[in-house]
């Protein structure tokens, strides 16, 4: 298993965020990376749970991607403390085992399957984008 942090920041202040990705499969990780930092975004992506848990705390980002296959700490459970800890947070899930009912149980305001159509899930991420900016405001 390989961890993958992008544009740490090492400072003590919290850095903005965008975006957020905690997804398992790096070449979808990657992926979704590349084309939101191309539409100017700021991303962040890891394969791991704490991480994702770590990176949350210190930037506090709008939209959170994540997926219920993460292998040190179950997706659910992590979408079940960013949503008690913020309704603000747009948090999009992207299931394998995970029913859709257990998935907005926990507090998600998406959920798509991991292997969905892909510009579907840009879309879905656009939508999610546009609320966050305006419940922002």
Request: hydrophobic letters at 40%.
């Amino acid at each position: 298993m390989s961890r993958q942090i992008t544009d740490s920041n090492e400072s003590d202040t919290p850095a903005s965020l965008d975006i957020l990705i905690g997804i398992t499969d790096s070449a979808l990780r990657w992926r979704l990376i590349d084309h939101l930092r191309h539409q100017r975004m700021s991303v962040q992506g890891t394969d791991a749970g704490g991480d994702f848990l770590q990176i949350y705390h210190y930037t506090q980002p709008r939209l959170i991607i994540i997926s219920d296959t993460l292998p040190d700490w179950p997706g659910l459970e992590l979408c079940q403390l960013i949503r008690q800890q913020s309704l603000i947070v747009q948090i999009v899930f992207l299931q394998t085992t995970t029913t859709v009912l257990e998935a907005f149980a926990a507090g998600a305001d998406e959920v798509q399957p991991i292997s969905c159509d892909y510009p579907v899930l840009l879309a879905r991420i656009s939508a999610r984008l546009r609320r966050a900016w305006f419940d922002s405001d």
